[in-house]
C-alpha cells in the first residue's frame, strides 16, 4: 500500500513571489502618496499667499499704500512661525520676524490670519520656512508703495512648479525647490 500524501501549502517559493509584488506595490504607492502630499503643501501656500495678495489688494485699494512693517522689514507673514524661534521665519541664510503692526493693518481684509506651511525646504543648503513680505519702495511720506522692491516671497517645493499668477519676477530654483517673487498687490 504505497499512499500519496498531498501537501496542502504553499512553497517558499510561491510564497516569496507574493511578497516581492506587494512590496513592488507598496513602494509605488508611497512614491504617489509623497508626490500627492507634496503637491497639497505647494497648494496650501499659493491659496495662503493669494489671501495674502487680496488684503494688500483691498488695503492699497482704500489707502492709497501697503502696511509699512514697522519692526522688521522684509518681515513674515502669518502666524504660528517656530523655525528658527517662536515668531520667526527665514528664506535661505536670512532670518526674519513677524511684524505684529503690519499683520493688524491686513486684518481687516483677511478672514483670519493663515497659519503658516510649517514644511521646512532647503535653500541654498539652509533649511527655510514662510512667506516674505519686503516693503523697500516706499514714497516720501514713508509710506510702502507700489515698486520694484516691494514684494512678496514664497517657497513651493518641487523644481519648476507654477508659482501662481502673483509672480512678479522669474522663479529661482535651488536645491530641486522654486523660490517665487509677486506683487503684494498682485499685478497692479
Do not use: H
Request: with cysteine; net charge positive.
Amino acid at each position: 500500500m504505497n499512499k500519496k500524501i498531498k501537501n496542502k501549502g504553499f512553497t517558499i517559493l510561491e510564497l516569496l513571489v507574493v511578497i516581492s509584488i506587494i512590496g513592488i506595490i507598496t513602494s509605488v504607492a508611497l512614491v504617489t502618496l509623497g508626490a500627492a502630499r507634496q503637491k497639497a503643501r505647494n497648494t496650501k501656500t499659493v491659496s495662503q499667499v493669494r489671501q495674502y495678495v487680496n488684503a494688500f489688494s483691498q488695503y492699497f485699494n482704500q489707502n492709497g499704500y501697503y502696511p509699512k512693517p514697522t519692526v522688521s522689514n522684509p518681515t513674515c507673514l502669518g502666524v504660528g512661525y517656530d523655525y528658527p524661534a517662536a515668531g520667526q521665519c527665514k528664506i535661505g541664510a536670512t532670518t526674519y520676524s513677524v511684524d505684529a503692526a503690519a499683520m493688524t493693518a491686513l486684518s481687516t481684509y483677511i478672514v483670519g490670519t493663515p497659519a503658516v506651511n510649517k514644511q521646512v525646504i532647503n535653500i541654498n543648503g539652509n533649511a527655510s520656512m514662510g512667506v516674505i513680505y519686503d516693503c523697500s519702495s516706499v514714497d516720501a511720506g514713508g509710506n510702502c508703495i507700489t515698486g520694484p522692491n516691494t514684494s512678496i516671497t514664497w517657497m513651493l517645493e518641487g523644481n519648476g512648479v507654477s508659482c501662481g499668477p502673483t509672480t512678479l519676477a522669474p522663479t529661482i530654483t535651488t536645491e530641486g525647490n522654486t523660490i517665487c517673487t509677486g506683487d503684494p498687490g498682485g499685478a497692479r
